[in-house]
């Protein structure tokens, strides 16, 4: 538990008010627009055939924050904050790439959205995780989407994923 939220909080302050000033509520949710990005993410093949795995809580999260825009609202902690846009078009031509580092994971990856100012693209496994490939590397974010959100608005530092 962070410090700055009580157990009755959903998402630490500065996580909280960068969603709310983004258009997000409690309650908020279009499941008709997830269902139709998961349609799309299914129908779409790569032309060497690689197709998208959808997994049930990436469809979760675009309900409830797809089509937010969301930036931080206070100066990173040990790394720039990062502002966020949540819309899995934007993994919409990653299937191979997000297949390959799920397979070295052990997990399915489906695209979440992208970071706005490095271009990094965020992914989500079946079991919430949440991670980012950009030109620096291959990013874990959290074990959720909330942690996800925290990590990147905050500009808490996040753990590179290494092979081995």
């Given at each position: 538990m962070h410090a700055d939220h009580t157990p009755a909080d959903r998402f630490p302050s500065a996580v909280d008010a960068a969603l709310r000033a983004a258009g997000w509520r409690p309650g908020r949710r279009d499941i008709e627009?997830?269902?139709?990005?998961?349609?799309?993410?299914?129908?779409?093949?790569?032309?060497?055939?690689?197709?998208?795995?959808?997994?049930?809580?990436?469809?979760?999260?675009?309900?409830?924050?797809?089509?937010?825009?969301?930036?931080?609202?206070?100066?990173?902690?040990?790394?720039?904050?990062?502002?966020?846009?949540?819309?899995?078009?934007?993994?919409?031509?990653l299937a191979r790439t997000l297949a390959d580092l799920g397979r070295a994971l052990g997990t399915d990856l489906c695209p979440l959205g992208a970071d706005t100012e490095c271009h990094g693209l965020l992914a989500m496994d079946a079991e919430g995780r949440g991670y980012a490939l950009d030109h620096a590397g291959d990013w874990y974010l959290?074990?959720?989407?909330?942690?996800?959100?925290?990590?990147?608005?905050?500009?808490?530092?996040?753990?590179r994923l290494v092979a081995g």
């Open positions: 627009r997830a269902e139709a990005w998961a349609d799309a993410l299914r129908n779409h093949r790569s032309p060497a055939g690689h197709r998208h795995t959808v997994v049930p809580a990436a469809v979760e999260a675009w309900a409830e924050f797809g089509s937010l825009t969301i930036a931080p609202t206070e100066p990173g902690r040990h790394v720039a904050a990062l502002s966020l846009d949540i819309d899995p078009m934007h993994g919409l031509h959290g074990d959720d989407f909330g942690q996800v959100l925290a990590t990147l608005l905050t500009g808490t530092t996040p753990t």
